[in-house]
């Protein structure tokens, strides 16, 4: 288990990341591996590859194809499909990266629950926000909509990494917020 701030703050960079990866399945996996090539962050040694030169091209080919089929009326819902558990499995990727000081059992446990479940949340989130863009604009506003995903992923990735219990601490109000609003419309009636 982790026991050092060092730790800890990687165990949080990775949940941040994997959050980032609801917005975004690739932008936070380039970030951090443009930050672990770097030498900004530390990662397991099963992960050294995340900072590689093939990983990092492939990682931003991803990333820019990703980003602009979110453009294209149509696919922009088909990659929410494909993306939900994309973001998940990167999520949980991402989160397990960093965590460098725990036995594997722990690390995935920790990786698959954490950084997966803050993935998938903030992933669903993403999906319900396009269904009703696309509803209520006949698909107009979805690019304002794939913007601030986009934004959300690029500061979170970043945030994650420059300040990762700050990035964890608004997860947690965007995921009480989240839960607040699912619990009051459950209870208008329809």
């Keep these: 288990m982790p026991t050092d701030l060092q730790s800890i703050l990687g165990v949080l960079a990775g949940i941040g990341l994997a959050a980032a990866c609801g917005f975004r399945v690739f932008v936070p996996m380039l970030v ?8 900004a962050l530390t990662v397991s040694d099963g992960f050294l590859w995340l900072g590689s030169t093939p990983a990092l091209i492939a990682l931003a080919v991803a990333t820019v194809l990703e980003i602009g089929g979110y453009y294209l009326p149509g696919l922009d819902h088909l990659l929410d499909t494909i993306a939900t558990p994309a973001a998940v499995v990167a999520g949980t990727i991402v989160a397990a990266s960093f965590v460098t000081d725990a036995e594997p059992w722990f690390r995935w446990t920790l990786a698959a629950v954490a950084g997966g479940g803050a993935a998938a949340a903030v992933q669903t989130a993403t999906v319900v926000t396009r269904t009703a863009s ?14 601030a995903e986009l934004a959300g992923s690029a500061i979170g990735s970043v945030l994650a990494i420059v300040a990762p219990v700050v990035a964890v601490a608004l997860l947690v109000v965007f995921l009480v917020w989240l839960v607040r609003r699912a619990r009051r419309r459950a209870l208008v009636p329809a």
């Design 32 to 39: 951090a591996g443009i930050a672990v090539r770097s030498g």
């Design 134 to 147: 696309g509803a209520l604009t006949f698909g107009l506003g979805n690019p304002v909509v794939s913007t």
